[in-house]
């Protein structure tokens, strides 16, 4: 039987030609090469720089790789801004010979992709696993983030976070929530990122099929969630330079509304928190609607600020 994700793949690859992105890999360096989905005229014509659209880059969490995870984002946001979807390393076609598993290492790589694809300055917007990656890349390239809008993340995953999170949802690992290697367990991995039960209706070939094509890379996605977690004694409180926007559903089990408030309390009054109800963690697939339209306020405001 063919996997049905060999059909959605290239029909959702014609959808984003039609919305103006196109698929192209940027060599970071010799042995690590990151996937993005670009303006299709950055690619025609790439001495032109995109002036009339600001940049803003969307990074994907653990679940899935970057297009699938903000089609609807995508959709939503490139007729008025210049949309920049990575794959980070290890997801989609992103690939690296190196042995660094850090968040820092993605951010400088995401940073290095993102300078030779001529963005100089952008708005971040990261969910998850992604929203770290993003805290991160404010905090290395301040240059080149200009903002932040977070869902469902932590600046960083300290081990008593880690600790205090598993311990909630009745896991040791956070590999064995977000790398299942069953239909049962990915059905379990959505029932936790999800508010309502639509993502657990599928019929079970649609679990099975997205176990084959999505859950690659196994042992190197197992280091990159063993590297994530920090001992709570290296952990130093950053001051950011940015504006971070905290975009949050209120049944996130994972990264719950406490932490939510956590961070904008640490943050100060660089941060602002809006909720999203009836949605989890993956809010902008659950309530694509309602986060579109947070997200396109908070970007809308951000121009007006920059004029």
């Keep these: 039987m063919v996997n049905v994700f060999t059909i959605v793949k290239p029909i959702v690859h014609g959808v984003m030609k039609l919305a103006g992105v196109t698929s192209h890999k940027v060599e970071i360096e010799p042995g690590t090469i990151m996937n ?8 025609k014509n790439p001495n032109q720089k995109l002036i009339n659209k600001p940049p803003v880059v969307l990074i994907h969490g653990f679940f899935a790789d970057g297009i699938l995870t ?3 984002q995508v959709l939503a946001l490139t007729r008025n801004y210049a949309v920049y979807v990575p794959d980070l390393l290890f997801f989609g076609d992103s690939i690296t010979d190196r042995n660094e598993r850090t968040t820092s290492f993605q951010a400088e790589c995401l940073a290095k992709g ?4 001529g963005v100089e300055r952008c708005s971040v917007v990261g ?3 992604g929203g770290m990656v993003a805290f991160k890349l404010g ?6 983030v200009d903002s932040m809008i977070v869902s ?5 995953l300290t081990q008593s976070i880690s600790n205090k999170s598993l311990e909630k949802l009745g896991f040791s690992r956070w590999s064995d929530i977000l790398m299942p290697e069953t239909v049962e367990g990915l059905k379990r991995l959505l029932s936790i990122g999800s508010h309502g039960s639509l993502f657990t209706r599928f019929p079970r070939f649609f679990y099975s099929d997205f176990l084959q094509v999505m859950f690659h890379n196994r042992r ?9 977690v920090v001992p709570d004694r290296e952990f130093t409180p950053t001051s950011y330079s940015q504006r971070i926007y905290l975009l949050w559903g209120d049944d996130d089990k994972i990264f719950n509304l406490e932490v939510a408030n956590n961070i904008k309390l640490q943050l100060k009054d660089k941060a602002s928190l809006y909720c999203i109800e009836n949605a989890g963690h993956i809010s902008q697939l659950e309530r694509p609607g309602t986060y579109n339209h947070h997200l396109k306020t908070i970007l809308g405001s951000l121009l007006q600020q920059n004029k």
Excluded: N, Q
């Design 139 to 144: 905090k290395l390239y301040p240059h080149l």
């Design 127 to 129: 969910l998850s696993y």
């Design 152 to 156: 469902g993340t932590v600046i960083e």
């Design 36 to 43: 993005f989905w670009v303006p299709t005229e950055t690619i």
């Design 114 to 117: 993102l300078m030779k694809l």
């Design 70 to 72: 903000w089609l609807f």
């Design 220 to 228: 190197e996605r197992d280091e990159l969630l063993e590297a994530l």
